[in-house]
């Protein structure tokens, strides 16, 4: 029992030092691992912000499995056109393509993982001379006076226009309408011209829901064009029923 005692205390100083010696290399590991972990972390942003990008000039459409190549700044009439995100070199194309004014339907906070802030937006057309409004639209609470407020914007804002969101479905949903109530377009019309312009329509229901209801008060035709879209997304997709996301 003595010389096992006598053992563990003669091993004492040199288990100390080798403790010692592990939590300073076990500093260095740390130190290097957290570098790494911040370089990963970096590469992570970057890569995501050129896959976000990448999407956002590509929407797939899981209801007919195809992809759909959207410009990034996509005219719809003579005087408006729709677009995602701004980056800030987008300004300089807008620039020099005679843009006026732009109307921001993100709301304080989005989340912009790839673009400019709404709060950077304003500074950067404050910055170059841009006409600038913001009208908050959220897909979830979208109701009439959040249509006619855009509506009136629109209307007295300096042309040629440029709307968007965060991805451009808001954007391309609110000036249809917008110009569905100048040009008497019916609800069936509005959802065709957003299928031409690359939107599949059953990959936002809230907001086609809405556009549907909206115009179809003035016509009596909410039910006939809903019943007639969903029976053209059940002849495209083998699960209709299957749940979308609901994030625009």
Same mark, same amino acid.
């Given at each position: 029992?003595?010389?096992?005692? &006598?053992?563990?205390?003669?091993?004492?100083?040199?288990?100390?030092?080798?403790?010692?010696?592990?939590?300073?290399?076990?500093?260095?590991?740390?130190?290097?691992?957290?570098?790494?972990?911040?370089?990963?972390?970096?590469?992570?942003?970057?890569?995501?912000?050129?896959?976000?990008?990448?999407?956002?000039?590509?929407?797939?459409?899981?209801?007919?499995?195809?992809?759909?190549?959207?410009?990034? !700044?996509?005219?719809?009439?003579?005087?408006?056109? !729709?677009?995602?995100?701004?980056?800030?070199?987008?300004?300089?194309?807008?620039?020099?393509?005679?843009?006026?004014? !732009?109307?921001?339907?993100?709301?304080?906070?989005?989340?912009?993982?790839?673009?400019?802030?709404?709060?950077?937006?304003?500074?950067?057309?404050?910055?170059?001379?841009?006409?600038?409004?913001?009208?908050?639209?959220?897909?979830?609470?979208?109701?009439?006076?959040?249509?006619?407020?855009?509506?009136?914007?629109?209307?007295?804002?300096?042309?040629?226009?440029?709307?968007?969101?965060?991805?451009?479905?808001?954007?391309?949903?609110?000036? !249809?309408?917008?110009?569905?109530? &100048?040009?008497?377009?019916?609800?069936?019309?509005?959802?065709?011209?957003?299928?031409?312009?690359?939107?599949?329509?059953?990959?936002?229901?809230?907001?086609?829901?809405?556009?549907?209801?909206?115009?179809?008060?003035?016509?009596?035709?909410?039910?006939?064009?809903?019943?007639?879209?969903? &029976?053209?997304?059940?002849?495209?997709?083998?699960?209709?029923?299957?749940?979308?996301?609901?994030?625009?």
């Amino acid at each position: 029992m003595s010389a096992f005692r &006598t053992r563990r205390r003669d091993a004492s100083p040199r288990a100390r030092n080798r403790a010692a010696m592990r939590r300073s290399t076990s500093g260095v590991r740390t130190g290097c691992a957290l570098e790494r972990r911040a370089t990963l972390h970096e590469y992570l942003l970057r890569t995501h912000s050129s896959i976000c990008s990448y999407a956002h000039m590509r929407m797939y459409s899981r209801s007919t499995g195809t992809l759909h190549v959207v410009p990034r !700044i996509q005219p719809v009439a003579d005087h408006v056109s !729709i677009a995602g995100a701004l980056r800030a070199d987008d300004f300089r194309e807008l620039k020099a393509r005679g843009f006026q004014t !732009i109307v921001d339907l993100r709301w304080n906070g989005e989340p912009t993982p790839f673009g400019l802030s709404p709060r950077e937006e304003r500074c950067r057309a404050a910055e170059l001379g841009f006409t600038h409004f913001q009208i908050p639209v959220i897909s979830t609470a979208l109701d009439r006076p959040t249509v006619e407020a855009v509506h009136r914007t629109l209307a007295i804002a300096e042309r040629p226009v440029l709307v968007h969101c965060a991805s451009g479905r808001r954007a391309a949903v609110l000036v !249809i309408m917008d110009l569905a109530c &100048t040009a008497g377009w019916t609800p069936t019309q509005c959802l065709e011209r957003l299928d031409a312009l690359g939107f599949d329509c059953a990959e936002m229901p809230r907001l086609r829901e809405f556009l549907v209801r909206y115009l179809g008060t003035r016509r009596g035709e909410s039910g006939s064009a809903l019943g007639a879209l969903d &029976t053209r997304a059940g002849q495209r997709s083998p699960r209709p029923n299957r749940r979308t996301a609901g994030h625009v």
